[in-house]
């Protein structure tokens, strides 16, 4: 269940599912909350709790998704025959406070080259997988 923090601190999530097998998963946040550990780190979880959700679904062999504050963008990552998700989790230290979605994740921004050449690959990617599988997209 979504908790009322959750509920307000969420802008969007958005699941691409043709012919009912996933094939993308976006997560948007406000550019402001970036700065904040906290936030990066509500972002990495929930995520990471829609691929463990979604992969049973998979008929690709690797779902790609985008966790995004504003612009800035952290690519993920997930192989259905390793079970093997990118980037690795970082676990919280019972003692010590750490960063486990550290800033260095949201290396792309969409705007600049790098991070539209990126995401342009990424969706090549993943149009070759749904063709290997017969799930259609768009040529939009």
């Known amino acids: 269940p979504v908790t009322v923090r959750e509920a307000v601190d969420f802008v969007g999530l958005l699941f ?3 012919n009912a ?16 550990s906290s936030k990066r780190r ?15 679904d998979m008929e690709i062999p690797v779902l790609y998704g985008a966790s995004a504050f504003g612009t800035k963008i952290a690519f993920y990552q997930y192989d259905k025959e390793s079970g093997r998700l990118d980037p ?5 230290d019972t003692h010590l406070l750490i960063d486990t979605a550290p800033k260095e994740w949201w290396c792309y921004d969409i705007v600049e ?28």
């Open 16 to 18: 691409i599912y043709p």
């Open 21 to 36: 097998t996933p094939v993308f998963i976006v997560e948007v946040k406000p550019p402001a909350d970036f700065r904040l």
């Open 42 to 56: 509500e972002a990495d979880l929930r995520l990471r709790r829609c691929f463990l959700d979604i992969t049973p």
């Open 88 to 92: 690795a989790s970082i676990a919280p």
């Open 113 to 140: 080259q790098a991070g539209a050449d990126k995401f342009r690959e990424i969706v090549g990617e993943v149009k070759k997988m749904c063709e290997g599988v017969g799930c259609i997209v768009n040529q939009a």
